[in-house]
């Protein structure tokens, strides 16, 4: 076994070498009887097992933690009244950012011609008529 395998397993499995795969654990066991710097690697993981194990339970925090928890939006309020997404300047953005979408879509929709429009008023084509000699109005069914 590497070192290096060592410590990914260290941090993969934990300290505990009886929740490792048993020849893991034995090439584990031998890397440990021949490098320092493994037992040491193994020592700083059960520190941190040990630390992690006894961490504070929320169930274990007792009502006084609760009420102090419960009490922080009413000590510091301008600090809980600033939840994102939620203010003046964020609706106006939004809003905003709604109507420059919608217009750039018009905008090509129109440059593109996908979609025409119902074409120009009579009186535009009676003129354009009379000047060129054309008729601008399509014949309707």
């Known amino acids: 076994m590497t070192p290096d395998r060592f410590e990914e397993l260290l941090e993969a499995k934990g300290s505990d070498l009886a929740?490792?795969?048993?020849?893991?654990?034995?090439?584990?066991?031998?890397?440990?009887?021949d490098s320092a710097d493994a037992r040491a690697a193994l020592a700083q993981a059960r520190t941190l097992d040990d630390?992690?194990?006894?961490?504070?339970a929320p169930e274990a925090a007792g009502p006084d933690l609760r009420d102090a928890i419960l009490a922080?939006?009413?000590?510091?309020?301008?600090?809980?009244?600033r939840r994102p997404g939620f203010g003046f300047?964020?609706?106006w953005q939004a809003g905003l950012g709604m109507a420059l979408?919608?217009?750039l879509a018009g905008f090509a929709l129109?440059?593109?011609?996908?979609v025409e429009g119902p074409g120009p008023p009579?009186?535009?084509?009676?003129?354009a008529g009379l000047v060129y000699g054309i008729?601008?109005?399509e014949p309707r069914p």
Do not use: K, M, N, Y
């Open 89 to 91: 300047r964020a609706f």
């Open 122 to 127: 009579p009186e535009e084509a009676d003129i």
């Open 101 to 103: 979408a919608a217009g």
């Open 51 to 56: 630390l992690l194990a006894g961490a504070l």
């Open 72 to 81: 922080l939006p009413v000590a510091h309020p301008r600090e809980a009244a």
């Open 135 to 137: 008729s601008v109005q």
């Open 110 to 114: 129109g440059i593109t011609g996908l």
């Open 19 to 33: 929740t490792w795969p048993e020849d893991e654990r034995r090439a584990a066991e031998r890397l440990l009887a």
